[in-house]
């Protein structure tokens, strides 16, 4: 038998595809030592390392949290150089993940994300993600409260080790009190407000997470309340004809929005300029001690208040997750582990910082740790964590996002 010549450009093929094999082999085999080594080994190779967090970067008091706080503590206690990376959306991050995976692309330049919800599904779904990590984290197994429904689950999708809670937040308005003297506790008193008060309310645009928050709350309201939609969206025959009357909501206020509706803020961050300006009387926020920040920082009036609806308001659990390809792995655990500290976490509550709550069990605290995260002054635009905390509602699985995201685009945007 003759045995053929190999031309240079398919030996060269063969070579980059046998590399690339075994890149993805000796990849695979680190981060499996990793996952089985003990924390003294993971902090010993984490030093040095410099971590790429990326992240949405559209708040000046988180990102100042993350530049002023958090990263100089990992210098100085682990020398790790933590670098903060902003995106628009965290469907940014999650794409050039797939475009890398695709590509092969094994050492990359995330090694942070900071995400939940559907991002978390897609990535999870799509093999985007490091591993189990989150059960090696000494600061997740000592006060992380593991059984909790809003821990173990993000957005009703098994979370099982492959992100670590950073923070719960809960959906408030917030008004200028000076401008809404009583607040509307339903949606029905809201759309009285609006009509009465033309130009004066808004809310983002899809698909930007708040925009959308506020939105499934008039789904609960409209539509008779959340229990319905525990079960899968796929599951439900009539779920088009189930959110009419979400939209004939949303259409009915559109003309007594502000610019009558013709457009809508392209962000929160958009919206939180137009009413610190007080071309509108009433944001929105998925942390409730942000608007308290921003006070503090001079953007918003001292006559802001924030304030519930009667049925509660939608409350979940943002994660810190480690990508498949992380160059610094080890020093992306000691990253976590730190901002899982009761110290990070008191830090991160104060509104002089960010305002955003803790992802800690409280009981699980010493007592001198209570006492820090509880003598936390969280101003007086924040409700007491205890009204917070009994006015909580469920989030939707991922599964509804896309649906109402894409239904809004079709049923009110378009109108």
């Known amino acids: 038998m003759k045995i053929k010549t190999l031309t240079a450009p398919v030996l060269l093929a063969f ?13 695979a085999q680190g981060a499996g030592e990793l996952l089985a080594s003990d924390w003294q080994e993971i902090t010993d190779t984490a030093k040095g390392q410099e971590v790429n967090m990326y992240m949405w970067g559209g708040n000046d008091n988180i990102n100042r949290y993350l530049d002023e706080w958090v990263a100089p503590r990992l210098k100085e206690l682990h020398d790790i150089e933590l670098t903060r990376v ?31 919800g559907e991002n978390f599904k897609a990535a999870k779904d799509n093999g985007l993600l490091f591993g189990d990590f989150a059960g090696q984290l000494p600061n997740f197994n000592e006060y992380i409260d593991q059984d909790a429904p809003e821990i173990s689950h993000d957005f009703g999708e098994p979370v099982e080790g492959l992100e670590a809670p950073w923070g719960k937040a809960q959906f408030v308005l917030v008004r200028d009190e000076n401008k809404v003297e009583n607040p509307p506790g339903s949606m029905d008193e809201l759309a009285e407000w609006v009509h009465e008060n033309p130009g ?46 979400m939209w004939d909501y949303l259409n009915d206020i559109e003309p007594y929005l502000w610019r009558e509706g013709e457009t809508y803020p392209e962000s929160l961050s958009k919206l939180d300029q137009l009413y610190a300006s007080g071309e509108v009387a009433m944001t929105m926020s998925y942390d409730p ?20 609806l009667d049925a509660g308001t939608l409350a979940n659990t943002h994660f810190l997750s480690i990508p498949f390809n992380s160059s610094d792995k080890a020093g992306a655990m000691v990253a976590i582990n730190e901002m899982l500290s009761p110290e990070a976490q008191t830090a991160k509550l104060s509104p002089e910082n960010w305002g955003d709550l803790s992802a800690l069990d409280l ?12 003598e936390v002054d969280l101003g007086g635009a924040t409700l007491p964590l205890e009204e917070l905390e009994s006015n909580r509602l469920p989030e939707l699985s991922s599964d509804y996002i896309e649906i109402i995201e894409k239904g809004w685009m079709e049923n009110v945007a378009k109108e």
């Not at 070579?15 to 990849?27: F, V």
């Not at 902003?86 to 995400?115: C, H, N, R, Y």
């Not at 308290?292 to 924030?306: D, I, K, M, W």
């Open 15 to 27: 070579m980059l595809a046998a590399c690339s094999a075994q890149s993805d082999k000796d990849a």
């Open 86 to 116: 902003p995106v628009s959306d965290a469907q940014d991050f999650i794409s050039q993940l797939l475009d890398e995976k695709s590509a092969g692309k094994t050492a990359g330049s995330m090694d942070i994300i900071w995400i939940n």
């Open 200 to 245: 004066q309310f808004t809310y983002p645009a899809l698909p930007d997470f708040t925009g959308s928050a506020f939105i499934r709350h008039v789904l609960y309201e409209t539509t008779g309340g959340y229990e319905q939609y525990e079960q899968p969206a796929a599951e439900i025959d009539d779920l088009e004809s189930r959110l009419e009357p």
């Open 289 to 308: 001690a942000l608007a308290a920040s921003e006070v503090l920082q001079g953007r918003f009036p001292e006559s802001t208040r924030t304030f519930l």
């Open 363 to 374: 009981e699980k605290l010493s007592p001198e740790q209570q006492q820090a995260m509880n």
